[in-house]
């Protein structure tokens, strides 16, 4: 595996399920993202981890729960979502270092259905 | 005012076009300037990135900021089918972990 890869990569799931999004980089790096993309709508910064610390958490509901154990996996635990979460869910990572050449690499996404 | 502002497109052009996007901001504070492209059922890739004003070309792509007018640009020469994709702009103030997103502008570009 290479890169930056995220499973599962469709999710259905009810309002009462609990879920979890995994990620997991091979590139080395020390910082991760999970962003959220809704269609015609800019990517919305979640959380960032650098060094497994959380360095940002950008106003998200607590029915999004996120963990990353080491540099290279995170999680993003969901429970109790609503309609509205409904959307593509992007992890990245970079370097990690939060200089200016901290570049994102994506991972292909999960494609969540909230019914 | 949002942030970055972006025309969602969509933009078809024939194949050999040259292509012109573009991107707004209101943050005078923002230094790097991003552009990444996305594939259906992919995601983001970056294309470009540039610091400050100017302009950068690599191969058939050319970014071009202009900070005093907080607008950003990318141009694609003779644009192929395989250019068909999302472009999102990109930007943030000190490089580091915020980056700022635009919508993205979907591109056919027709054979």
């Known amino acids: 595996e290479t890169g930056v890869t995220q499973t599962p990569r469709h999710l259905v799931m009810g309002m009462t399920n609990k879920k979890s999004l995994k990620c997991e980089q091979h590139l080395g790096h020390n910082a991760m993202y999970w962003y959220k993309q809704s269609a015609k709508k800019p990517l919305e910064l979640m959380f960032v981890y650098n060094f497994k610390e959380q360095t940002e958490n950008n106003s998200v509901p607590s029915r999004f729960s996120p963990e990353c154990p080491n540099s290279s996996h995170l999680f993003l635990h969901l429970h109790t979502l609503q309609p509205e979460d409904s959307a593509l869910y992007l992890c990245?990572?970079?370097?990690?270092?939060?200089?200016?050449?901290?570049?994102?690499?994506f991972g292909p996404g999960t494609r969540l259905l909230v019914l | 005012q949002k942030e970055v502002e972006q025309d969602p497109g969509p933009l078809s052009v024939p194949e050999g076009a040259i292509v012109s996007l573009n991107c707004t901001y209101s943050?005078?504070?923002?230094?790097?300037f991003m552009w990444y492209r996305q594939y259906s059922r992919k995601g983001p890739e970056l294309l470009m990135y540039t610091y400050s004003s100017g302009n950068k070309e690599d191969g058939r792509f050319t970014a071009q900021v202009d900070k005093s007018s907080k607008y950003i640009s990318l141009f694609i020469r003779d644009s192929q089918p395989s250019d068909s994709a999302t472009y999102l702009c990109a930007m943030s103030a000190t490089g580091g972990f915020k980056t700022i997103f635009g919508a993205g502008t979907r591109l056919f570009v027709k054979a």
């Open positions: 943050n005078s504070a923002f230094q790097y």
């Open positions: 990245a990572s970079s370097q990690g270092a939060g200089g200016p050449a901290e570049t994102q690499y």
